[in-house]
């Protein structure tokens, strides 16, 4: 069974960066279509980016277009999200989930992915 892990969260300004990682153990991401959610307390899991397993499709919710890139790291076998010009609504539990499909299929929709990680906070304050 496919586990995730996530890494890189925690407490920084306004304007400051984040980087996320999202990792597997004893498969290849390259197999999986990853996305990153968030949900921030009192509001749904949205989308937030996704890339296709072949690496070739990324997509990104509007709020977060020109601030964040998700890319992948075969050497590593991770899918990072690379989170720069942070606002404070971008607080939240950020989870990576995984979803086999087509090679170059990206989907911001959760009910298209079946396996999670337990998620990483991030908390965007002065």
């Known amino acids: 069974q496919l586990q995730l892990v996530e890494s890189g969260g925690g407490l920084v300004q306004p304007g400051g960066s984040l980087r996320l990682s999202c990792a597997a153990s004893r498969f290849s991401l390259n197999l999986y279509a990853i996305g990153w959610f968030r949900q921030a307390p009192g509001k749904e899991r949205e989308g937030v980016s996704c890339?296709?397993?072949?690496?070739?499709?990324?997509n990104y919710a509007d709020s977060v277009k020109g601030r964040f890139t998700i890319s992948r790291d075969n050497a590593k076998n991770t899918v990072d999200l690379q989170m720069n010009s942070l606002k404070p609504e971008d607080t939240a539990i950020y989870y990576c989930?995984?979803?086999?499909?087509?090679?170059?299929?990206?989907?911001?929709?959760?009910?298209?992915?079946?396996?999670w990680g337990q998620g990483t906070q991030v908390t965007v304050s002065s």
């Open positions: 890339i296709s397993s072949s690496g070739d499709n990324t």
């Open positions: 989930a995984a979803a086999v499909f087509l090679s170059s299929w990206c989907s911001l929709k959760r009910t298209d992915f079946g396996s």
